[in-house]
């Protein structure tokens, strides 16, 4: 199994509500990452959990908060979103260790709509 | 700020035309260096990687790497139609923690 899968696909919700965001990988990866992409624009890195440990948090507001529950699952919690975080979020998967250790595989993404 | 720069494009090329898209990079320390594609409406794929100076190929697609000149490019041959996407240079930054930064993607037109 090499792919990384990402649930919801496309996700609306207002500015009160809370929901998640789910990303599940079996490949054994060790290493995952949140990145948010606006139309046009590259990834842009959020966090990174490595041995299911937060290890990088690029300043992203509290109102997105990860979790890592196991090796094989990511999740990001969102609550109190602003129109602007309108955005596809996109998890990926890196095995960490060896040669090969940053090759990144992306999931398909959630496109997440702020009403 | 460590920065990854490409040129945004259009890069229009004829069907069976080699494309050739480049990349530079800031931080000087880095090591490793992916080349993405990335359809309209779609996540990134990976195509390419490459860790040594010199050249590294793999079918039609061929990435160059040049540490001194902080340069890395990817060349396309026989461009088919069915290539053309966006093309996004990553970077790993020298620091460790698997830290990417992303080009903005050259978006290339492979014209049948």
């Known amino acids: 199994d090499t792919e990384v899968t990402q649930t919801p696909k496309h996700l609306v919700m207002g500015m009160t509500n809370k929901k998640s965001l789910k990303c599940e990988q079996h490949m054994g990866h060790r290493a995952m990452y949140w990145y948010k992409q606006k139309a046009k624009k590259p990834p842009e890195l959020m966090f990174v959990?490595?041995?299911?440990?937060?290890?990088i948090n690029e300043s992203v507001p509290s109102r997105f908060s990860p979790e890592c529950p196991n090796s094989s699952l990511l999740n990001l919690h969102l609550h109190a979103l602003q129109p602007e975080d309108s955005a596809l979020y996109l998890c990926?998967?890196?095995?960490?260790?060896?040669?090969?250790?940053?090759?990144?595989?992306f999931g398909p993404g959630t496109r997440l709509t702020v009403t | 700020q460590k920065e990854v720069e490409q040129n945004s494009g259009p890069l229009s090329v004829p069907e069976g035309a080699i494309a050739s898209l480049n990349c530079t990079y800031s931080?000087?320390?880095?090591?490793?260096f992916f080349w993405y594609r990335q359809y309209s409406g779609k996540s990134p794929e990976l195509i390419m990687f490459i860790y040594s100076n010199g050249d590294k190929e793999d079918g039609r697609f061929t990435a160059q790497l040049n540490k001194a000149s902080q340069y890395v490019s990817l060349l396309i041959r026989d461009s088919q139609p069915s290539d053309s996407a966006t093309y996004l240079c990553a970077v790993i930054d020298s620091g460790g923690y698997q830290k990417v930064t992303f080009g903005i993607g050259t978006k290339l037109q492979v014209i049948p």
């Open positions: 990926a998967s890196a095995t960490s260790t060896g040669p090969s250790s940053y090759e990144q595989y």
């Open positions: 959990y490595s041995y299911e440990k937060l290890s």
């Open positions: 931080d000087r320390g880095s090591q490793s």
